[in-house]
T-cell receptor
Framework: RKEVEQDPGPFNVPEGATVAFNCTYSNSASQSFFWYRQDCRKEPKLLMSVYSSGNEDGRFTAQLNRASQYISLLIRDSKLSDSATYLC???????????FGAGTRLFVKA | NAGVTQTPKFRVLKTGQSMTLLCAQDMNHEYMYWYRQDPGMGLRLIHYSVGEGTTAKGEVPDGYNVSRLKKQNFLLGLESAAPSQTSVYFCASSYEAVGLAGATDTQYFGPGTRLTVL
């Protein structure tokens, strides 16, 4: 089993739709969680951290479910500019072992 | 403020050739990292550095060497390139040590180097 698993997609949604991605992780002792965004042929950039209580940043909501060992990202009112690959990132214990998921591709269509 | 820069952006090598990838950051970050990204896989850590003059192995260090002679620069070397090293290489830096318990700091990535080994 991979340490971090994501549905590769692609998710094809119309503008204005709500879309959700999940990411599962195998190490129950993992401490920190993030969502990064990567545009085609570009570098990854931090989208948001994921806190235990859940957090929201505009149209984006991230949640953590420790019992089931997954994190989620919800995008409301999708924009064309949201088209990208979304990377789930998990920090298991032990230091300097950031684990990146392979990413979920999102296409938002007009 | 350029952030993290990488040179070169593209390179084609023949098997057995050597090359050095240069990463530079102007954010005065202590921590720097080299990753490779392959299709269908997440970024994998090759080597990292916790400060000037220090380096350490990551998840996939074989076939690579690194040096951090200056705080702002982190070099990745391939002594004898192999086709399996065809990949996109990303350098990153951070103010805090990512991957530690409770770490919330982001990593800032360079634009990447696309390397093909024939």
């Amino acid at each position: 089993r991979k340490e971090v698993e994501q549905d590769p997609g692609p998710f094809n949604v119309p503008e204005g739709a709500t879309v959700a991605f999940n990411c599962t992780y195998s190490n129950s002792a993992s401490q920190s969680f993030f969502w990064y965004r990567q545009d085609c042929r570009k570098e990854p950039k931090l989208l948001m951290s994921v806190y235990s209580s859940g957090n929201e940043d505009g149209r984006f909501t991230a949640q953590l479910n420790r019992a089931s060992q997954y994190i989620s990202l919800l995008i409301r009112d999708s924009k064309l500019s949201d088209s990208a690959t979304y990377l789930c990132v998990v920090n298991p214990p032990g230091g300097f072992k950031t684990i990146f998921g392979a990413g979920t591709r999102l296409f938002v269509k007009a | 403020n350029a952030g993290v820069t990488q040179t070169p952006k593209f390179r084609v090598l023949k098997t057995g050739q050597s090359m050095t990838l240069l990463c530079a950051q102007d954010m005065n970050h202590e921590y720097m990292y080299w990753y490779r990204q392959d299709p269908g896989m997440g970024l994998r850590l090759i080597h990292y550095s916790v400060g000037e003059g220090t380096t350490a192995k990551g998840e996939v260090p074989d076939g690579y060497n690194v040096s951090r002679l200056k705080k702002q620069n982190f070099l990745l070397g391939l002594e004898s390139a192999a086709p399996s090293q065809t990949s996109v290489y990303f350098c990153a830096s951070s103010y805090e040590a990512v991957g530690l318990a409770g770490a919330t700091d982001t990593q800032y990535f360079g634009p990447g180097t696309r390397l093909t080994v024939l």
